[in-house]
């Protein structure tokens, strides 16, 4: 069989990242190698993201960059998947007419197939096509070598939020097994991996829909008696699905990482409303209030949306206010973006560029005063460090997170790699810590060492 070379760009979520990963493993039987350099490669793959029209630019400026390519290699073969692909479908053939295949979200796990059938009859197909069920082979995660993974525990989103495009593009709310999670997470573990994060668009309803006889605590729990495993994380929450029964689990359940992501989108019940997404200031900030008494020195971290249409310069303020009364660890925040088919797309009273841009500004001003009041109360504490690699900045040190999801870097020491170590906190910086090690605790194979 033909060797071929595969280049794999993603862009967007951890889900992505994960599905891409997903294509490696498929492909490698059909003689696929990965490679980093996209001139080298007969196949390039695109995994894209929709949620915002920033995204999507990028996925044409990319395609754009990739028709000289085309030109040289006229053999090349050029995919384009995920959330623009399922959105755009064969428009994508006209906006960009080098590319030879489109596949939705619902045809990744038909990747090989479809591949196989454009090198063949050397002419484009499009597959958006919905499906029922979740047809997800079990890949198993064989052959991964790091610290950390992904696990996709859950596809879909049954929430329509007004300004949200990913029901759309991502169909409705499937949970996967949970015999085949653990069995994916157990094979990980034995690659090397020490910490998971469980994922989904909406990864605490997990299971919700009743086609699966397990919760979402029931499904940490168990992920909680792997042998080998260190560290549980999940993303995202909604917060109208946090239960007290998860509380409990977060609380409860050792390997579980002190640390949720829940995100309130707006401090304004008039715009929570408006977005549709369940809940008020209210019942979020009686969540939160649970989850600190529950959780000791839990890390809430949270994504906001400024300038919805409506927003007012009042409702934008009770955004600060619960900001400030949450006193998040961290935020991302994002300037509202119409989507295609999002129904906020066809609210009139939209905001302007320039209140939006002053609103992201001033959002993110106060986060940075309230990550940088954390972090450097953090300075001489000892914290656990699981070491995930080397820092992008400076290759002479090490990085890691602490349990609530901080980047602290260390000095290197390449017997450190994959272990959970005690740092104490040196230095605090904007984005991330500067520590130094105190202990080693070592992690050998399976077994937890000292
Ligand atoms: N405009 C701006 N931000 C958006 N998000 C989702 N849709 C939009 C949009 N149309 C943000 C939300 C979500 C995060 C993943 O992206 O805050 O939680
Ligand atoms: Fe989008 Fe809302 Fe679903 Fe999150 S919960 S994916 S914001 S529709």
Redesign the pocket.
């Known amino acids: 069989m033909k060797q071929h070379l595969v280049y794999i760009k993603t862009i967007g979520c951890q889900m992505n990242h994960y599905d891409s990963e997903r294509m490696v493993q498929m492909l490698a039987p059909l003689n696929h190698l990965l490679t980093e350099d996209a001139e080298q490669a007969d196949l390039i793959l695109l995994n894209t993201c929709a949620i915002r029209a920033k995204a999507e630019q990028k996925v044409f400026s990319f395609l754009g960059r990739l028709r000289r390519l085309k030109q040289q290699h006229p053999d090349l073969i050029i995919g384009v998947g995920g959330c623009v692909a399922q959105q755009e479908g064969k428009r994508i053939f006209e906006r960009a007419p080098h590319v030879d295949l489109v596949f939705g979200t619902h045809a990744l796990f038909r990747l090989p197939e479809l591949i196989s059938k454009v090198r063949e009859q050397r002419e484009r197909i499009c597959d958006i096509t919905f499906s029922n069920t979740l047809e997800e082979p079990d890949l198993a995660g064989a052959g991964v070598r790091r610290t950390t993974a992904f696990v996709t525990i859950m596809r879909g989103?049954d929430?329509?939020?007004t300004?949200?495009v990913?029901?759309y593009v991502r169909g409705r709310e499937m949970s996967r097994p949970s015999n085949v999670i653990i069995r994916e997470i157990k094979s990980l573990v034995q690659n090397g991996v020490r910490e998971v994060t469980l994922l989904g668009?909406?990864v605490n309803s997990y299971g919700k829909k009743g086609h699966i006889p397990c919760n979402f605590p029931e499904l940490l729990k168990k992920a909680n008696d792997i042998d080998g495993l260190k560290r549980i994380r999940f993303t995202?929450s909604?917060p109208k699905d946090l239960s007290d029964d998860l509380i409990e689990a977060i609380a409860s359940l050792p390997k579980m990482c002190p640390h949720i992501h829940l995100?309130v989108?707006s401090g304004s019940d008039r715009i929570l409303k408006r977005m549709n997404?369940g809940y008020t200031v209210k019942n979020y900030l009686k969540k939160v209030s649970k989850l600190k008494r529950a959780i000791p020195h839990v890390a809430i971290t949270s994504d906001i949306i400024v300038g919805f249409p409506g927003e007012t310069e009042e409702d934008f303020e009770a955004t600060l206010a619960l900001v400030q009364e949450v006193d998040y660890d961290s935020i991302f925040s994002f300037k509202y973006s119409d989507r295609p088919n999002a129904p906020s797309t066809r609210f009139r009273d939209k905001v302007s560029e320039k209140i939006n841009q002053r609103r992201l500004e001033h959002l993110m001003r106060l986060q940075e005063e309230i990550t940088r009041k954390k972090n450097n109360a953090l300075v001489g504490a000892t914290r656990e460090v699981l070491v995930e690699g080397f820092s992008k900045n400076a290759n002479s040190r090490l990085t890691g997170r602490t349990l609530c999801n901080r980047i602290i870097n260390i000095e290197a020491m390449d017997s450190l790699l994959g272990q959970l170590v005690s740092a104490r906190v040196e230095k605090a910086y904007k984005h991330c810590l500067m520590g130094s090690v105190v202990k080693i605790d070592q992690v050998k194979g399976n077994t937890h060492v000292t």
């Open positions: 989103c929430n329509f939020c300004y949200c990913v029901p668009q909406n995202t909604h995100p989108q997404r």
